[in-house]
């Protein structure tokens, strides 16, 4: 299983297929394979494809349980220096979605295309109450328990408490964007939503679409806040990512 030296970190990440790189940012509560299960075979045929496992989530190792939206955002810059990317496209979904956000805003000459996933591009703590792991305990949610414990196993060692409580920490926090530092993002930008996302919706993704400049949002109907997923319409989204990856090749070799 591969991993790499990443600041503090011993940081787990799978890779497969050719072409220009694409960093998949996986959602809070998953890891990197998992979150995409529904892009790998589409995706590895033209690019090739990294699955990171983020600070604090799935197999990536450190001895801190603290992690937080900008924090991966460094880890993921680093995670490119240390893989010999001078660049790449971003697809991030949710948790992911965001740190996407910070590093399009923060290293632009770094980041080819951003696509986001399941993200307003502000904070919107919205439900996070039921992710608390009393909140849990209290209803009984043994399956929800199980699986946080197995998944995030290695980086958390088995406290799936703590797990629990910094996810709703960092979802009370971030992201801590402004509208002008959205409005800041030069890459061309697609900003996806499933049309009944209860933390997005149609008119939050419209709205952060038109703080960037030239870029495109694509409302999936019928969406939940996870429309590329498996039993929702991961072919919608996957074709409309690959074309507009492929619309902004075709741009960049027209303007050389």
Same mark, same amino acid.
């Given at each position: 299983?591969?991993? #790499? ?16 790189? /694409? ?24 690019? @090739? ?24 955002? &460094? ?24 740190? !996407? ?24 703590? @919205? !439900? ?41 920490? &960092? ?22 939503? !499933?049309?009944? &996302?209860?933390? /997005? ?10 703080? #960037? ?5 694509? /409302? #999936?109907?019928? !969406? ?10 991961? @072919? ?21």
């Amino acid at each position: 299983m591969p991993y #790499v030296k990443v600041n503090d970190l011993e940081m787990f990440y799978e890779k497969m297929g050719h072409g220009e790189n /694409v960093i998949f940012l996986h959602s809070g509560y998953s890891r990197g394979i998992l979150a995409f299960a529904s892009q790998i075979l589409d995706f590895q045929k033209k690019y @090739t494809c990294y699955f990171p496992d983020f600070r604090g989530h799935g197999r990536t190792r450190c001895e801190s349980l603290e992690w937080s939206t900008p924090q991966i955002a &460094d880890d993921m810059m680093e995670f490119m220096d240390q893989m010999n990317m001078d660049a790449a496209h971003l697809v991030g979904y949710s948790l992911g979605a965001n740190v !996407g956000l910070y590093l399009a805003i923060n290293h632009p000459e770094r980041i080819m295309t951003l696509t986001t996933i399941g993200t307003s591009g502000f904070c919107d703590p @919205t !439900g996070v109450e039921e992710f608390e792991p009393e909140w849990l305990i209290e209803k009984g949610l043994q399956h929800t328990i199980d699986q946080m414990m197995e998944r995030h196993e290695e980086a958390h060692k088995g406290n799936w408490q703590q797990f629990m409580r910094q996810s709703a920490q &960092d979802w009370r926090l971030y992201p801590q964007l402004k509208a002008e530092q959205l409005g800041s993002i030069q890459c061309p930008s697609l900003f996806i939503s !499933g049309e009944h &996302d209860p933390f /997005v919706g149609e008119e939050r993704v419209k709205y952060l679409s038109s703080l #960037v400049k030239g870029s495109k949002y694509l /409302v #999936v109907s019928g !969406g939940s806040h996870r429309p590329h997923m498996l039993r929702e319409n991961p @072919t919608l989204v996957n074709d409309s990512i690959l074309q507009f990856l492929e619309q902004n090749q075709t741009d960049l070799k027209a303007a050389r």
